[in-house]
């Protein structure tokens, strides 16, 4: 096919097609009546001819194009099966059918050739008539009918042509707005040029005639580098620079069909297009190529930027390394689709990097960072993928793994490599760091998986700095347990697992309780029961201990309210003392009383002896709220180390003693009890199991006892029934 014939696909110009074949064979059929000459062998042989001229209608539709022989074929058929028409003039109406039938395929100037033969069938249908007498004058008739004939097909052919490059148009703008959206679609820069290579031989071949070819610019000449239309052999030549100036001559062999060219740049000096055509190249061909060559730079352009900020969203602007979120879609897909086993996760906490933050600088401590990244990308190597989690806490995604084996091996590399010395512009310095590992298992998923490493990490930083420590059920269960109740904490509120339980203290003088400790409790659904003071650490920790102080207030006070005598009722509250060197906490501890209508007079604040209470913090709260009425009381005391000097300056109010001093020799628990007395505080004796421990106790010199033979732990509203003996 060449550059002038127009490309019938599958919609208009097809269909016209269809009905002419089907309108030419109706016309064909109702000749077959109209045979009738005394020869029997004539008239079989032009119903012959009239079927072969069918025939030939379908076969041209159905290929699409002409046979090579159809100009003489055709014609000749039309001439026999015209002589043997009782009417031979009815053969003008059998002429104009297959010339408006040809007009529909082929090049202009095998229409042309087809149309001469086609107008001549005829005059000769009527020489070649059985009665040439009459014949003589419907030769004069009809020879003035030709050029009728012919104007009718000429416009039928330019009413073809017309519509056949409308359908080229169409074609050409559905195909460049469906590249446009591949082109916007598209998530990576290599996918681009597959998309243009496409759409440009799909453009060649809406266009019959033409080609075209891809150069850049190499050492030596230009390559090609994509082709179509021309010559498949030509791809990944290299053609001499002329091929810009001449192409005709350098081209001439591989595409001799080709008559005129047009060369672009595409890029500055580096690529090239080269069109092609048999004839003049269609503008609209043009056109669309430039088209879409605008299409590729805007969807390079918004790709570019669209991957630069999705780099900038997913990637730490420091290191460079993925951050959380990217990294943890990449453990999940690793953990989902390889073979457990085979994938291991690396939880890296840097040693010492606070030190070169204050003593250095934060510059010196993002050079830092920034070699710490590079030097963890290199241990992982191609099957490694690093990322940073914040902070100085890094991870590594292991695959292809052998065995736990390799990680630890590739583990310890890592650590030997980040504890070299790290030249920094103000400073060469050292670090370690305390890697946990963990390996996919069977039914383990991505989250367990990080929890496992980041509790082995946890682990390694327990042991020392520099370490690296793998998980293992067995050896870290109760590292485990401490991070997920860590983790688990900020919902146990909302789940309604904290719960307060109360457990009285009795005066040993009058056997009257003098007021009851409260006790927050976490009922974990897995863990178990969480103690009070194990809870209080816990939200240390995580920095939920002011919603929890402030829940538990408020708890004690609406429960206690409606008891008899509640309003009178002293209460102990277990403190943690690392919360009194918060600068904020008796501000805050004091509004949340006021806030829940419980009076200060009435809280008495449990603190456990530890080295918090010497510091100088410490005392100038406990001071503070003191004044403002609140008692304090020194919890499980004699079993820290705090100098009876130091308890002298506190404002104390009540010591609680460890249980343990009942078991041992009578002498240690009087000499404990002759610290109260030389303080002026109440004295209770915690722990009390037996009938034979308080009555022992009366023989002290102890205020009071608690422990679960003078009462148990027990709810609200076990206290509220029990409550008259608080106002005895």
Not at 167 to 185: F, H, N, S, V
Not at 525 to 552: K, Q, S, Y
Not at 626 to 634: D, K
Request: hydrophobic content about 45%.
């Amino acid at each position: 096919m060449t550059a002038d014939q127009p490309n019938v696909g599958e919609a208009t110009l097809g269909r016209v097609r269809l009905g002419a074949m089907l309108l030419a064979g109706l016309s064909v059929a109702g000749l077959a009546g109209e045979i009738g000459t005394d020869s029997p062998t004539w008239n079989l042989l032009a119903y012959l001819s009239l079927g072969a001229i069918a025939a030939g209608f379908v076969v041209t539709c159905l290929r699409g194009r002409p046979w090579i022989l159809d100009p003489i074929v055709l014609p000749a058929l039309v001439a026999v099966a015209g002589s043997a028409l009782r009417d031979p003039v009815s053969t003008i109406g059998l002429t104009m059918v297959l010339l408006l039938v040809q007009s529909l395929y082929g090049t202009t100037r095998s229409w042309a050739v087809r149309s001469v033969f086609g107008a001549l069938s005829l005059p000769a249908a009527l020489i070649a008539a059985p009665t040439p007498i009459g014949a003589l004058v419907d030769v004069g008739r009809s020879v003035q009918m030709v050029p009728q004939i012919i104007l009718v097909t000429v416009l039928t052919r330019a009413i073809y042509a017309a519509l056949g490059r409308q359908e080229q148009a169409a074609a050409r703008d559905a195909l460049l707005a469906r590249t446009g959206k591949e082109i916007l679609a598209a998530t990576q820069l290599d996918e681009l040029p597959e998309i243009a290579l496409a759409a440009a031989r799909e453009l060649i071949r809406v266009s019959p005639g033409t080609g075209f070819l891809v150069l850049h610019r190499e050492e030596g000449g230009l390559r090609v580098i994509a082709e179509g239309g021309l010559n498949d052999k030509l791809t990944d030549r290299l053609l001499p620079e002329s091929v810009l100036t001449g192409p005709a001559s350098v081209l001439h062999a591989d595409a001799p069909r080709i008559r005129r060219w047009l060369v672009e740049e595409l890029l500055p000096g580096r690529r090239y297009r080269v069109l092609g055509a048999t004839r003049d190249l269609p503008d609209p061909l043009v056109d669309a190529f430039r088209t879409l060559g605008t299409q590729m730079r805007l969807g390079e352009a918004n790709l570019r930027s669209h991957l630069e900020l999705d780099h900038q969203a997913n990637h730490d602007a420091l290191t460079q390394l993925p951050t959380r979120a990217k990294f943890f879609r990449e453990l999940i897909a690793a953990v989902d689709h390889r073979d457990p086993g085979t994938v291991a996760l690396l939880n890296i906490d840097l040693d010492d990097f606070k030190q070169v933050n204050d003593g250095h600088g934060h510059a010196a401590g993002d050079e830092l960072l920034v070699q710490v990244a590079r030097r963890i990308t290199e241990a992982g190597g191609v099957r490694g993928v690093a990322g940073r989690l914040g902070g100085d806490e890094f991870v590594l995604l292991l695959t292809g793994l052998a065995g736990p084996g390799e990680a630890q091996e590739i583990a310890e590399g890592l650590g030997r490599r980040l504890v070299e010395p790290m030249r920094l512009a103000a400073a060469t310095v050292r670090v370690g760091a305390s890697i946990g590992i963990a390996l996919t298992e069977p039914g383990v998923t991505a989250s367990e998986l990080s929890r496992r490493a980041d509790i082995a990490m946890y682990a390694a930083k327990a042991r020392g700095k520099n370490r690296t420590e793998l998980f293992s059920a067995d050896k870290h269960g109760a590292v485990a347990r401490h991070r997920t109740l860590e983790d688990q904490l900020p919902y146990a509120l909302e789940r309604g697992e904290l719960h307060v339980y109360y457990q009285p203290w009795t005066h040993l003088a009058t056997g009257s309780w003098g007021g009851v400790e409260a006790l927050l409790q976490w009922q974990h659904p897995a863990e178990g029961a969480v103690n009070c003071r194990e809870l209080l650490e816990l939200a240390e920790r995580t920095g939920d201990i002011g919603v929890i102080t402030a829940h538990f207030l408020r708890t004690v006070a609406a429960e206690t309210a409606s008891m008899p005598g509640g309003d009178r009722l002293r209460l102990g509250l277990n403190l943690s003392a690392h919360q009194l060197v918060d600068a904020g906490f008796t501000d805050a501890l004091l509004a949340a009383l006021d806030g829940c209508g419980l009076a200060p007079e009435r809280v008495t604040l449990e603190i456990v002896e530890s080295e918090h209470i010497d510091d100088p913090r410490a005392r100038a709260r406990l001071e503070h709220l003191a004044a403002h009425g609140v008692r304090i009381a020194l919890d499980d005391f004699g079993t820290g180390y705090v100098s009876l000097a130091s308890l002298r300056a506190f404002p104390i109010h009540q010591l609680k003693i460890d249980g343990s001093f009942l078991t041992g020799d009578p002498g240690t628990l009087d000499l404990v009890l002759s610290v109260s007395t030389l303080l002026g505080t109440e004295s209770i004796v915690q722990g009390v199991t037996s009938a034979e421990q308080l009555a022992r106790l009366h023989e002290t010199r102890a205020t009071g006892a608690q422990g679960p033979y003078v009462a148990p732990v027990m709810t609200a509203s076990d206290l509220a029934r029990t409550a008259p003996r608080l106002t005895k």
